[in-house]
C-alpha cells in the first residue's frame, strides 16, 4: 500500500498544475508571503478531502471487516487504461503553444483569501489530480487500516503530493526575493517540458492503476 501511495502523490507532485500556481502566486503577487501560504492551505486542504472521502468508499458500499472487496481491483485496472491511452495521445498531439499556460496568468495579482479558495479548486479541476487522490483513498481504506494509521497515510500522501507546491512557496518566506532567480528558471523549465512531464505524469498514474489493480486481484 505504502509504494502505491507514493506513487500516486508523485503523480500529483510531478504535475505543472500543481508547480506553475505556485510561483505565478510567490513571483507576482502583492502580498507573496499570505497569498502563497493561503494558496497551500487550499491545495493540501482539497486533497485531503477527497481522499478521505474515497477511503470510507470500500467500508460504505461492502461492509469491508479488514478485507478489500474485489470489486475495488477492477475499478483501478478499469480506470488505468485511459490514462495509458491518454498519456499517448497527449505526446502525439500538435504543440498547443502558450494556451495551457495562460490560466497562470490569472491568478497572479489576487486576494490571500481568493487565492486559499483557487488552491481549493484546482484540485477539484484537475482530472488527474482527482483520480489520484480517488485512487490513493480506495488503496487505503482497502488496506483497512486502524484510525491513527489511516490518518497518518491520508497525511502522508497529501503533504507529498503537496511538496512541490510547498517548497517554492516556503523558500520564498525564508529567503524572499533572494530566490527569484531560482524560482523563475524552474517554472521556466517546467512551461517548456509541459507536454513531456504530462505525459509522464498520465503514464505513472495509468501505471500505478493497472499495477495495483492487477496485484489486489
Known amino acids: 500500500m505504502v509504494g502505491e501511495v507514493t506513487a500516486l502523490a508523485m503523480v500529483v507532485a510531478l ?32 486533497k485531503a478531502v477527497i481522499t478521505t472521502l474515497f477511503v470510507g468508499v470500500p467500508r460504505l458500499m461492502h461492509g469491508l471487516q479488514g478485507t478489500p472487496p474485489h470489486w475495488t481491483a ?19 498531439r500538435p ?4 494556451a495551457e499556460t495562460t490560466w497562470v ?7 490571500p483569501w481568493a487565492a486559499g479558495f483557487v488552491g481549493l ?9 482527482v483520480f489520484a487522490c480517488a485512487a490513493a483513498g480506495l488503496a487505503i481504506g482497502a488496506a483497512a487500516l486502524g484510525g ?6 491520508i497525511a502522508y500522501f497529501t503533504l507529498l503530493g ?18 527569484d532567480a ?10 517548456r517540458r509541459q507536454v513531456a512531464i504530462t505525459v509522464v505524469v498520465l503514464a505513472l498514474l495509468g501505471v500505478a492503476l493497472l499495477t495495483s489493480g492487477w496485484r489486489a486481484l
Open 105 to 111: 496568468d490569472r491568478i497572479k495579482r489576487i486576494t
Open 182 to 191: 531560482a524560482l523563475n528558471r524552474f517554472a521556466e523549465w517546467v512551461r
Open 15 to 46: 504535475s505543472p498544475f500543481t508547480v506553475l500556481p505556485a510561483i505565478a502566486l510567490v513571483m507576482h503577487s502583492e502580498r507573496p508571503r499570505p497569498t502563497g501560504l493561503a494558496f497551500i492551505c487550499g491545495w493540501l486542504a482539497g
Open 121 to 129: 479548486a484546482l484540485t477539484f479541476l484537475n482530472p488527474k489530480v
Open 95 to 98: 504543440a498547443a503553444g502558450d
Open 74 to 92: 477492477w475499478v483501478r485496472v478499469a480506470a488505468g487504461l485511459p490514462f495509458l491511452v491518454a498519456a499517448l495521445w497527449y505526446w502525439r
Open 162 to 179: 503537496g511538496s512541490t507546491a510547498m517548497i517554492p512557496i516556503l523558500a520564498y518566506m525564508i529567503w524572499s526575493h533572494r530566490v
Open 148 to 153: 491513527p494509521a489511516t490518518a497518518a497515510a
